[in-house]
């Protein structure tokens, strides 16, 4: 039975060849996107590596012993990397922008949980600034689906993209009528951070490590991984309480390191359907917008 320790089942420098010596011509049309898929079967994560990533998203443990709910996200990190690496991929991994990130889990996943994981590309279509595409990861136990994430990323570049008239996609999500507060705290993120989080997810991109690797890639300071930035927002507002739950999150802009960040969350009506939202303490830059819906309150 396989052990998952994602930093362990990354490739070295050298195995990652395959992210640059393809070519990457991208797509002329979104439907010739190749379905590509990775997976491995009756994995259990292991447990210093769980601890890691919770104590990192400020979790001292997972409520009843169970998985944080983008826990298996950073897991099946390996999967996504040999897909990205895979030669009919017809993206540059780098350069890559991270747009929307939605789970779906249907029932508490025990932090010994086997599983099986399964990763895949699909649904490309046009955007604004170039071409997005899904990546889909889903887990399994005992055959059942417990828990799917898709996560849309943005390869940049030339666009035949024409919006409908009814776009909405660029909207700013807001707290829910009626809404409650549940959390409003300001929270100091250092540029350590970044380097902490890449090793726990096994992340070799330099944009996340140091100032001076991230200019050289166009960004004046390193930025944070979205995935931190959503996982941390989620665990400061105590959410989810239950399960099932489902939640979307868009990245409106990246958050620089160091930064200080505000993270409010509230509750809507019946306390089922909240809203959270990180941004610039002085709410004039949003970062990250979420919307999670929850079956049932714990009491």
């Not at 490739?11 to 010739?32: D, I, M, Y």
């Amino acid at each position: 039975m396989p052990v998952i320790r994602p930093p362990a089942l990354w490739p070295t420098l050298a195995a990652t060849a395959g992210l640059f010596r393809h070519a990457h011509p991208g797509l002329g049309e979104p439907s010739t996107l190749p379905r590509i898929e990775r997976a491995i079967s009756a994995a259990t994560l292991d447990s210093a590596w769980l601890h890691a990533y919770h104590d990192c998203i400020g979790l001292a443990s997972a409520p009843s012993g169970t998985l944080a709910p983008l826990a298996l996200q950073l897991a099946a990190a390996p999967l996504h990397l040999s897909i990205l690496a895979d030669a009919r991929f017809p993206f540059r991994a780098l350069g890559l922008v991270h747009m929307t990130q939605s789970v779906t889990q249907t029932r508490a996943i025990p932090a010994t949980a086997r599983l099986d994981l399964l990763a895949y590309c699909t649904d490309a279509r046009w955007e604004k600034r170039g071409m997005s595409f899904c990546l889909v990861t889903e887990a399994r136990c005992d055959g059942e689906l417990v828990w799917q994430a898709r996560t849309r990323a943005l390869a940049p570049g030339k666009s035949l993209w024409v919006p409908p008239a009814d776009d909405k996609r660029g909207n700013e999500v807001g707290p829910p009528e009626a809404a409650s507060l549940l959390c409003e705290r300001t929270l100091h993120v250092p540029e350590s951070c970044g380097r902490r989080y890449a090793a726990i997810a096994g992340d070799l991109n330099p944009i996340h490590q140091h100032a001076l690797l991230a200019r050289l890639f166009g960004f004046k300071r390193a930025i944070i991984h979205g995935t931190w930035t959503l996982a941390r927002a989620l665990s400061m507002a105590e959410l989810p309480r239950s399960t099932p739950f489902s939640l979307d999150a868009w990245f409106r802009r990246p958050v620089s390191l160091p930064s200080d960040v505000m993270v409010r969350a509230w509750a809507g009506h019946g306390e089922l359907r909240h809203t959270a939202v990180v941004s610039s303490p002085d709410g004039a830059t949003t970062y990250l917008n979420i919307q999670l819906t929850e079956s049932a309150v714990l009491a």
